[in-house]
């Protein structure tokens, strides 16, 4: 057999030039970022404006009160550097307390949810350290987005919808924010936030006396981190709100928390994958999941490795189940998952995947560590849904598969890929001195010491965001996709077309996908749907079908509807840099010359 071709037509053109692109989940964030470029600056400020646009333009993705994962590499870097910007658990958020709260699982939103905000801070720091702009100039657009307005996205006022009658009657500062006279808001009707306007304003003038770029910035962090928006969110949440659970709790985060975080820089984890190097960020994410199924599947012959073949379909699908029980066993903040690496535990794992679809959870044996086993909970029906990589939302605020991403190359040879996340509008109570409310990244530890993403003061939750980059000699790729537990399960296909079918990055984000959803959710309620496939229709009656007798349990998700897939790359030594984006929700764009 041979890898089936790509298809000679795209929603869009692959971009290619000279000078600089950018590509992302919106549209406005894209060309907020390529303004930069066009203005003189590199591609981490290009980066940074882009992502506080964000905040602004999918608010029910992301928001200032969440947490972001970044990869990058500088011009003069031999290999690629991790930005961490995932805050931990705050002091007081212990299993003892959850539990006296009569918790048995993180509530999936609320206040009690939040872990420290990190994704302004790693924005600052990256801005700081490897950026050339000032801080003013890179928040000027988000700052003239929030005070003059934006268009609400269909999706966003959909989700308003979902949760009016919360924000009627429970969250009424976010009723004050985001209902129009007690109702949902329009599709397309231009949204202001002058609170938000005005607290990004408060961290450009924290710095007016510093003498320096760096000191002004570093002066914007510490007001983020002990001023205003420190002190208001925690008096804000310290008050009983409603919960997923449909309980009343008090939020425990306190000013202390924010002061004591900060983000910064991480190495890589990487594994070679035919000829190419594969960069992700540790298991404090569920990035080292793709580089074990990298490493599962590099010696199978190329027909295998093509989703658009029922063998291809079943052997992918496979995989993903066995690296997400490996997820789910083993990862976690400080968890040194470099056994499932090893040559001997991917051979093992290799020889699991069998001829017909299992049902099982099946975590790897590691010499010198011990798989933890998470409760099975079959899904109920209330949340559930295939999943389009826009959050599935109930009326209580609970919220699946979210996020956004942002991906950037400039003419120097700086390229970066960042995915924002938490801090929906949805997540928890609006703080109304600040126009955002604080994420639930919480929701993804565990209530038992056992596991090694157990709830644990001071510890990071184990985060489904992961961005990856790829190199092969002169040659970068960055790339990302919203969707929670299936962010790694669509990039996967991704690259596999690109890497071994010799698809452009645009025909491989056109081309139909899938995932499974036999793995524990990383989301409350925490559920697990044994042999479960989500397809998009475009794979053809054949390979679902054939799927089917395999014994996989799939559900169609319609045509175009799975991934938010973008990516950027250059070649350094032709000067080339191109770009990609996804054409699902049609509302991510690449842009560049």
Known sequence: MTYTPPPSFTTRPQLAGTFGMAASTHATATAVAQAVLERGGNAFDAACAGGFVLHIVEPHLNGPGGDLVGIFQTADAAGPTVLMGQGPAPAAASIEHFRSEGLDI?????????????????????????GTWELADVLAYAIGYARDGHPLLAQAALTIARVA???????????????????????????????YAATL???????????????????????????????????????????????????????????????GYESPVTVGFRGRTVAKAGAWTQGPALLEALRILEPLDDDRLDPATVDGAHTLIETLKLVLADRDAYFGHGSDTSGLLSDDVVAARRADIGSGASDRW??????????????????????????????????????????????VVDRWGNIIAVTPSGGWLQSSPTIPDLGFCLGTRLQMCWLDEDSPAALVP??????TLSPTLVQDGDT??????????????????????????????????????????????????????PAGV????????EVIGGLALRGHDVARAGDWALGRLSAVGLDRATGLVWAAANPRGMQGYAAGR
């Open 362 to 407: 099946r975590p790897a044996e590691v010499p010198g560590l011990t798989a933890w086993h998470p409760p099975l909970r079959r899904a109920d029906g209330t949340v559930h849904a295939p999943g389009t990589g826009e959050p599935t939302v109930a009326k209580t605020g609970v919220t699946r598969g979210d996020t956004c991403h942002i991906d």
């Open 201 to 263: 304003e408060r961290l450009v003038d924290a710095g007016a006396a510093a003498p320096d770029r760096t000191g002004r910035i570093d002066a914007a962090r510490r007001e983020w981190k002990t001023g205003v928006v420190a002190q208001a969110a925690s008096a804000f949440l310290a008050a009983p709100h409603r919960h997923a659970t449909g309980g009343d709790h008090a939020g425990v985060i306190t000013p202390d928390d924010f002061a004591a975080f900060d983000a």
């Open 106 to 130: 993180v509530p999936g939103a609320g206040g009690l949810a939040a872990a420290v905000p990190g994704a302004v801070d790693a924005w600052l720091v990256l801005l700081r350290d490897h």
């Open 476 to 529: 970068t790729i960055a790339l990302g996709t919203p969707g929670g537990d299936q962010q790694d399960q669509w990039q996967l296909p991704m690259l596999l077309r690109m890497l071994v079918g010799g698809y452009t990055a645009q025909q491989a984000i056109d081309a139909p996908t899938l995932h499974t959803t036999a793995m524990v959710d990383s989301f409350w309620p925490r559920t697990w749907t």
């Open 165 to 195: 009658d919360l924000f009627r009657t429970g969250w009424t500062s976010s009723g004050d924010l985001w209902l129009v006279d007690g109702q949902a808001p329009a599709a397309g009707s231009v949204h202001v936030n002058p609170a």
């Open 534 to 541: 989500v397809a998009e229709d475009r794979l053809g009656d």
């Open 458 to 463: 001071g510890r990071r939750p184990r985060t």
